[in-house]
Nanobody
């Protein structure tokens, strides 16, 4: 089981941008980002397949967020633009052998999370 470490969270005003990074301790087949706001269930944000680079986004972030990867560094990024107050949440990196598991909200490994706060 790989270890995942996120970084890059912070506070920003609405309309601003942030980039999150997640580095894995070893090779991962597929990686993704999830988020959980206080009092809400965890929800998937984006998934990227290590082999081929295919991506999947939640409708709430399509066109604003971009997931990318540096396979050589075992690192995945989440570029978040046009941030909205409703994007405020703790963002978690996750990895899974099967991409469909990530899309369904299941993962083999989880990071500790990084806080993103968007003010209006």
């Amino acid at each position: 089981q790989v270890q995942l470490a996120e970084s890059g969270g912070g506070s920003v005003q609405a309309g601003g941008s942030l980039r999150l990074s997640c580095t894995a301790s070893g090779y991962t087949y597929n990686m993704g980002w999830f988020r959980q706001a206080p009092g809400k269930e965890r929800e998937g944000v984006a998934v990227i397949m290590t082999l081929g680079g295919g991506t999947h986004y939640d409708n709430a972030v399509k066109g604003r967020f971009t997931i990318s990867q540096d396979v050589a560094k075992n690192t995945v990024y989440l570029q978040m633009n046009s941030l909205k107050p409703e994007d405020t949440a703790r963002y978690y990196c996750a990895a899974a052998r099967v991409a469909a598991d990530l899309i369904r909200g299941r993962a083999d490994s989880w990071g500790q999370g990084t806080q993103v706060t968007v003010s209006s």
